[in-house]
Nanobody, 129 residues
Framework: QVQLVESGGGLVQAGGSLRLSCAAS????????MGWFRQAPGKEREFVAA????????HYADSVQGRFTISRDNAKNTVYLQMNSLNREDPAVYYC??????????????????????WGQGTQVTVSS
């Protein structure tokens, strides 16, 4: 059973940057599509970004396109989310997710929480104005 542990969250000024990490243990994620989601108070969990197992395919929510970058290091069993130009819409708990199903489409974003099989506990991101 895989364990996903997010880190790197914290308090940052508007316009600043944070880099989130998601370290997996118990199972390799090197052949898994990985995603980042976020959930603000009173809101549903929403898709942020996803990356194919090779790292060559990425998808982003419109709200973060151009500001966030998802990447992975399969040798370290870790996925990252570089977040730049943070604004008042970005504060939330950020969750890492892993998908262990086969036969994925290369062009589909897999942006639903139902598309993923394992989740981390989340890391809080707070943006001050």
């Amino acid at each position: 059973q895989v364990q996903l542990v997010e880190s790197g969250g914290g308090l940052v000024q508007a316009g600043g940057s944070l880099r989130l990490s998601c370290a997996a243990s118990g199972r390799t994620i090197s052949s898994s599509r990985m995603g980042w989601f976020r959930q603000a108070p009173g809101k549903e969990r929403e898709f942020v970004a996803a990356i194919t197992w090779t790292g060559t395919g990425t998808h982003y929510a419109d709200s973060v396109q151009g500001r966030f970058t998802i990447s992975r290091d399969n040798a370290k069993n870790t996925v990252y989310l570089q977040m730049n130009s943070l604004n008042r819409e970005d504060p939330a708990v950020y969750y890492c997710a892993a998908r262990f199903r086969s036969g994925d489409s290369a062009v589909r974003a897999y942006a639903s929480t139902a598309d993923y099989d394992a989740w981390g506990q989340g890391t809080q991101v707070t943006v001050s104005s």
